[in-house]
């Protein structure tokens, strides 16, 4: 025995169908993945700005700066020579303003600039 399907019951799975995909489009952008990868752009493009304002400063040339690889935040790492130059490198990222959280792992080593 086979049953057909009836024009009201193909209206109904159109409605349903609809309904799904609406609520599919509505919800999509606020999905994590889809949120988590926003914010990773995010902290790739501001890595990108933070190397350039730090590349011709001979004080930063031990420092590595990382995001958006693997992680929603802004990484800041390496050394300084000088407690004065971390707190310049501090101030030269919080003023750049960045849209994700930065996550800094510097540490002030004299020894590592002697040659």
């Given at each position: 025995?086979?049953?057909?399907?009836?024009?009201?019951?193909?209206?109904?799975i159109?409605?349903?169908?609809?309904?799904?995909?609406?609520?599919?489009?509505?919800?999509?952008?606020?999905?994590?993945a889809?949120?988590?990868?926003?914010?990773?752009?995010?902290?790739?493009?501001?890595?990108?700005?933070?190397?350039?304002?730090?590349?011709?400063?001979?004080?930063?040339?031990?420092?590595?700066?990382?995001?958006?690889?693997?992680?929603?935040?802004?990484?800041?790492g390496?050394?300084?020579?000088?407690?004065?130059?971390?707190?310049?490198?501090?101030?030269?990222?919080?003023?750049?303003?960045?849209?994700?959280?930065?996550?800094?792992?510097?540490?002030?080593?004299?020894?590592?600039?002697?040659?």
């Amino acid at each position: 025995m086979t049953k057909n399907i009836t024009q009201g019951g193909l209206i109904k799975i159109f409605i349903l169908t609809a309904c799904l995909v609406l609520a599919y489009m509505a919800f999509y952008p606020y999905m994590p993945a889809v949120t988590q990868r926003k914010n990773m752009v995010l902290a790739k493009e501001h890595s990108l700005i933070l190397k350039r304002l730090i590349c011709n400063d001979a004080r930063f040339k031990k420092i590595v700066i990382s995001g958006g690889s693997t992680s929603e935040k802004i990484y800041v790492g390496g050394f300084v020579k000088t407690d004065n130059d971390l707190v310049a490198l501090q101030k030269l990222v919080s003023e750049s303003k960045p849209p994700r959280p930065v996550k800094y792992q510097i540490q002030v080593e004299p020894l590592a600039f002697e040659e």
